[in-house]
């Protein structure tokens, strides 16, 4: 069983901004495309961002222009720059991972991701 290490969470201020991480264990074959679900307890996951092995890139539109998804091939580390932090933006943000080739809006459906992280806990107050 593949367990993505994603880390970075905390409580911030609104304005504020935190540095998500995720290490992604073993082959690197299994994660052409990774990406950040988050979640708030009772409502669905949802999408936030998603990157390809080419690194295209692809946001859900309530986080576009704040937040910044990238991914160190070398250190199988992915990563989420949240900037200009909202209170909308309190969830449980997961780690996701698939073997797929690609990125696109398609990217940010859960159900299209084998390999999840265990979540951390992102705060922001108003």
């Known amino acids: 069983q593949v367990q993505l290490m994603d880390t970075g969470g905390g409580p911030v201020q609104a304005g504020g901004s935190l540095r998500l991480s995720c290490v992604a264990p073993g082959n690197v074959a299994r994660y052409h495309l990774m990406g950040w679900f988050r979640q708030v307890a009772g409502n669905e996951r949802e999408g936030v961002a998603s990157i390809g092995s080419d690194a295209l890139t692809s946001y859900a539109d309530s986080v576009k222009g704040r937040f910044t998804i990238s991914r160190d091939k070398d250190k199988n580390t992915l990563y989420l720059q949240m900037n200009n932090l909202r209170p909308e933006d309190t969830a449980m943000y997961f780690c996701?991972?698939?073997?797929?080739?690609?990125?696109?809006?398609?990217?940010?459906?859960?159900?299209?991701?084998?390999?999840w992280g265990k979540g951390t806990q992102v705060t922001i107050s108003s």
């Open positions: 996701v991972a698939a073997p797929t080739i690609g990125c696109g809006p398609w990217s940010l459906r859960s159900d299209g991701m084998d390999y």
